[in-house]
């Protein structure tokens, strides 16, 4: 089941609802470790990469339950800070199990995290940081050792507002000793969700959703019963698939208040966009508008990790439209493929995209890369005339809890093979 077959050409109709949030929950499950008691984590989504996280808790000695509606993550016996499974090369979020294994037992080892093929990243700004803390680091057979005699608070600034430096800033300060100050802050929703679960656990944090985070080290933190928000990058994929099939939804749930750059860039593109507490609904033009501009940048400007999806719908939109790629290097590697599907794209430099749109992209077969790559590639393939096969599924897999029912609850023609 690593292939996704779609008969495209047909606009979405109808709703469906928004899936928990992957990059909010991830470092969720990661600060489960500073609370010596279980919390229950709502609205977690079922994918992979929660999964991977799930497994990495369970062999630090969590005991974690699936219910219906969300996950108990009970941290009660963890004591060790040694993680060796083959997740955490695969999986750059397991990062964040640094600054929360070093809050929780002082010390971590474990391999460099890995992660989606769309980019260098680095890790320089959160070892950097987790340094002003008091945590020394020593690289021993390839592998990343940290420990701290004493964890104490102190006055960082990011020079670049990094979501995971942000998240393990976060995680080693609430156990330090003393107050940290943490400037240029990540703005993202995600960071924000983190935060109100740390305080639902008793942390005191200051400046929740600014760039200047005050966190109070040393409150006992425990339990909480957390919900986990929509995913609006999910959200976002399923706005713009609308948008390039000429499509009538509404996505239930959605997170709009979060997705102001990605809203005006979907209007620009010509859809009519209404906002209530159902969620989004959303009416496409008959073929999308050229945008002269999108450019991604960290929250609030236009996301990452929906750039993709956007070069997919611009590649059959009535115009030139420019994309520019500001945070990752990599992340215009399907380029390739959607000139396979007859997009006309050129690039002006590393990160500059001049996109030509075509009156319809034809199917074809594409590989999936990387996961927002690849739900790219299926949004092509619903815009596309006749049948696409992507392969490499298992990218979208990790953060896409079922991107087949999903579209075909709105009418797509797709199937799983
Ligand atoms: C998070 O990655 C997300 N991942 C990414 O989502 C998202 O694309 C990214 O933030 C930007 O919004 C998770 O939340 C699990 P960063 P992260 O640190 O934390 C450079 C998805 O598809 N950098 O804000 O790794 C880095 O190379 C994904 O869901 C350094 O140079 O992003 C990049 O260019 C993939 N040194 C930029 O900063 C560092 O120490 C932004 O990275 C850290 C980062």
Redesign the pocket.
């Known amino acids: 089941m690593d292939s996704i077959l779609i008969q495209g050409g047909v606009a979405l109709q109808g709703k469906v609802r928004i899936q928990g949030s992957?990059?909010a929950s991830?470092?969720i499950l990661a600060a489960t470790l500073l609370v010596r008691e279980s919390s229950f984590i709502r609205n977690c989504p079922r994918i992979r990469d929660v999964y991977s996280m799930i497994s990495l808790l369970r062999s630090l000695g969590c005991s974690v339950n699936w219910q219906e509606n969300g996950v108990y993550v009970d941290s009660s016996a963890v004591t060790k800070g040694e993680i060796g499974s083959e997740a955490v090369t695969g999986m750059?979020?397991s990062l964040c199990l640094l600054g929360a294994l070093i809050g929780r037992c002082g010390q971590v080892v474990m391999e460099y995290p890995g992660?989606?093929v769309?980019?260098?990243?680095?890790?320089?700004?959160?070892l950097s940081a987790l340094r002003q803390m008091g945590v020394e680091f020593c690289e021993k057979e390839g592998r990343l050792q940290a420990a701290a005699k004493k964890l104490r608070g102190a006055h960082i600034v990011l020079p670049?507002?990094?979501?995971?430096?942000t998240?393990n800033v976060l995680l080693t300060a609430v156990k330090a000793e003393g107050d940290t100050v943490l400037e240029g802050a990540?703005l993202?929703p995600?960071i924000t969700a983190l935060c109100r679960y740390l305080q639902c656990c008793g942390a005191s944090i200051e400046g929740v959703g600014t760039d200047c985070l005050t966190i109070r080290g040393g409150s006992a933190l425990y339990g909480a019963d957390f919900e986990v928000p929509a995913d609006r990058?999910v959200a976002g994929t399923y706005l713009f698939s609308c948008i390039g099939t000429g499509g009538n939804i509404l996505l239930e749930n959605a997170p709009w208040e979060e997705m102001t750059a990605v809203l005006e860039t979907a209007e620009q593109m010509g859809g009519r966009l209404c906002t209530s507490r159902e969620g989004l609904y959303v009416q496409a033009a008959a073929r999308p508008l050229a945008v002269p501009c999108i450019r991604t940048q960290?929250?609030p400007g236009f996301?990452?990790?929906l750039q993709s999806v956007a070069l997919a719908v611009a590649a059959v939109g009535d115009g030139e439209s420019m994309i520019r790629e500001t945070?990752?290097e990599n992340r215009f590697r399907i380029a390739e493929d959607l000139r396979r599907m007859g997009a006309d794209l050129k690039e002006q430099g590393a990160d500059t995209m001049l996109v030509s749109g075509v009156e319809a992209l034809k199917g074809a077969e594409v590989e999936a890369r990387e996961?927002?790559g690849g739900a790219a590639l299926v949004t092509a393939g619903l815009m596309a005339r006749g049948e696409t096969k992507v392969t490499g599924c298992r990218y979208i897999f990790r953060?896409y809890e079922n991107i087949c029912r999903d579209f075909r609850e709105l009418g797509a023609r797709v199937t799983s093979a």
């Open positions: 992957k990059n991830l470092p750059r979020s992660g989606c769309i980019g260098e990243r680095p890790i320089d700004m959160h670049f507002p990094s979501v995971g430096a998240e990540a993202e995600e990058i960290p929250y996301p990452t990790d945070i990752f996961l927002r953060g």
